[in-house]
């Protein structure tokens, strides 16, 4: 199994968090709207390669339908044919990688905004290489990635209106209806803004033990008693007191464990 595109795999912070805001010009609940229709979850897989779903049409339309007939599962002109998530979705990339690199980077979206590679240059990436080694890195650069490519579209004032048919109509495309993804980004809307915000502290925790294999998720910002109880059964496997609370040093502690996966 190729691990290309595995990265630094950092969760999302509170710089990055704010970053998007500023770009965006919204709250920290229109953000995470959006982001739970896009991943629900994590950016990152549990080996720590970023989340991708590879897109058939999209590889059909950047190679000029020329594999078409030969790998119609990676290239069709029809959406649709996604099969299982996941490193699933790798395998697919890979395979499509043999064929034609640049196209099939271009086919996926990457990570927690789920950015499509074809619109790297428009974020400001000088190729998608560079994207996805970016997409790689962080969360932070995952999201950033999503926020540039909603103000070069001018959407952001769609966005920070909460003019949810128009955001999604721009954002999503026409079919944007069919998927209620204006209802349901209103929903979320609603959801973050009356009640708790994933706790970006927590959250990073969670994917951490998640790499270490200590936790099942879902990885959503919230200390209930499976993160609790992955917590608890890292921290003493490797001689560490049990916290109370979550804090900076056991996120640090956390992290060491997770870089020595890559030494």
Not at 156 to 180: C, I, M, T, V
Not at 215 to 232: E, W
Request: proline share 5%.
């Amino acid at each position: 199994m190729s691990l290309e595109f595995r990265g630094m795999a950092l969760p999302l912070d509170e710089a990055g968090m704010a970053e998007v805001r500023t770009h965006l010009r919204v709250g920290t609940a229109e953000v995470w709207a959006v982001l739970t229709f896009e991943t629900r979850g994590c950016g990152f897989l549990p080996d720590r390669r970023p989340l991708i779903l590879f897109e058939r049409h999209k590889f059909s339309q950047e190679t000029g339908g020329r594999f078409d007939s030969t790998h119609p599962d990676l290239s069709n002109p029809l959406p649709g044919g996604y099969g299982a998530g996941g490193v699933a979705q790798h395998d697919r990339l890979q395979r499509a990688i043999v064929l034609d690199r640049r196209a099939a980077l271009r086919s996926a979206s990457w990570g927690i905004g789920q950015f499509m590679g074809f619109n790297a240059e428009i974020a400001g990436y000088a190729n998608v290489e560079e994207m996805v080694n970016a997409m790689a890195k962080s969360e932070n650069e995952q999201l950033l990635g999503m926020a540039k490519e909603i103000c070069y579209h001018r959407l952001e004032q769609k966005l920070s209106r909460h003019d949810w048919a128009a955001f999604a109509y721009g954002y999503n495309g026409p079919a944007y209806a069919k998927n209620q993804y204006d209802s349901r980004l209103a929903a979320d809307f609603q959801k973050y803004l009356l009640g708790p915000l994933p706790d970006l502290l927590v959250r990073a925790v969670q994917i951490y033990l998640t790499y270490l294999g200590y936790f099942l998720g879902p990885v959503d910002g919230l200390l209930g008693r499976f993160t609790r109880s992955a917590l608890h059964d890292f921290q003493t496997e490797h001689g560490f007191p049990v916290p109370d609370e979550i804090d900076e040093i056991v996120l640090a502690n956390l992290k060491k464990e997770v870089e020595k996966l890559s030494d």
